[in-house]
């Protein structure tokens, strides 16, 4: 089990860049919302966690526990007892908070903040993420500290997010600036016949199915012949078949037609 | 209070969509879960639950609790007794679920979904995203049923949300494809100095600083005067600054002249 935990650990880890942005929780209350935090982090390959002054008696276990496993996030964790020493080594900063009225300060959504820490990261130069306390939020103190508030774009009348979530959406960000998977695509299955049909399969299948159209009667006015051919290879040329699937659907022409005429015909053995 | 809520249940209401995608849980287990849910969801203008055999007896005070409000979620949430069933008035189907090794289906992101959702939405086509239960996920039956897989990019080897942490994610997609805020923008502040500051007010307080800056002798090697002067200018010039900023600087200007020559010097006042 210490093996396969050791293992996991590592697997995770490996999806982890140093050069992330750090999460910097200032002042947070229960050791909960700090494991799932670390939980979130870890999802989103971050690992470098910062807390100031955490509520005198926060509970490392309850962290532990609703870290679902990401404990080498809160095993490295570091702690401050200032904002100003817990960002003293990064360039850039980002508050998350509501708009603050009296201050001038860019704003930037997440996505912005993501495409800006990658940019920043190429250059050697190292981005910081701050959240302030659970119900509270940031000083604005430690908001002047900061670069740019970072934004949520949710629903305005409804935008409260606990503190895991908003790491999570802000970690989503990042990680997907890094991620190459494509928006749609088909995955190859297992086997040699899960690969894509190559177009002359499908036309096979094309020609079996209209034989035994043309046998059936449904392709009885020569007139629309032509249009209703088209019609149906529209149907399956849409579905980008596997050979596997060709098969399939030789099968299942092959198997009505059969129950048709009785018996499996020859003329579907081609 | 009651007003109060109602107003801001309205508000809430208005920023949800009617062609938002719907959002399906298949046999969820925990109240909470479906509260965490329903929360979820509001954040990010999506108004429509439905839900197939909840675990007979979930708790649904549990669930309004952990809703934080999204109540007007969870009062409109509708019951089925079949995924077929909660789905038969949609047109696209995603199943988000880990890439079965049986199926040949197309994945696709989060982002690409919504992408298609705001696009089918505009042909008046409706979608919705199958979740499965707690832990153990969709049956394959279920994902059979639906056109594509949602796959979240997240680290590969710590990939497990809960399920209130999907639906965040996937609808953040979709509620940022439909909110125009811009990436990284400075806002107005309040009161008139909080305008930006024109090109002629800035200019003010550079020769203002400049001045002083001879009279201290600071820029006592005439060589150099010009590109210190030009590298004074180039620190001030990223700054964006408004009108009242310029008023501070002008200010600490004159102070800080005004200490060294003590008492506050006539030239300042131009």
Redesign the interface.
Known sequence: MAGTDRR?KS??A???REDAPAIILVEPQLGENIGMVAR?M????LIDLRIVNPREGWDRDKAEKSS???TMVLERARFYTSTADAVADLEIVYATTA?P?????????P??AA?ESVELATRKLKTGVLFGKEAKGLHNDDVALAD?IL?L?????????NL??AV??IG?EW??MN?E???????Q??GKA?RPATKDEVIGFYEHLERELDASGFLRVEAKRPSMVRNIRNIFARIDL?L??VQTLRGIVAFLANGRSGGPGKKDQD
Chains 1, 2 share one sequence.
Not at 42 to 45: D, V
Not at 153 to 161: E, H, K
Not at 181 to 186: A, D, M, P
């Open positions: 996991r697997e995770a490996d999806f982890c979130a870890l999802n989103c390959g679902s496993g990401a708009r009225r009296d201050m001038v300060k860019p704003m930037v959504t996505r912005q495409t740019a934004h774009p949710l629903n305005p009348a409804f935008a409260s997010l895991a979530q999570l959406l989503y990680f997907t991620d998977t494509e928006g749609r695509y088909i995955p299955g297992r899960a596997t596997q699937e």
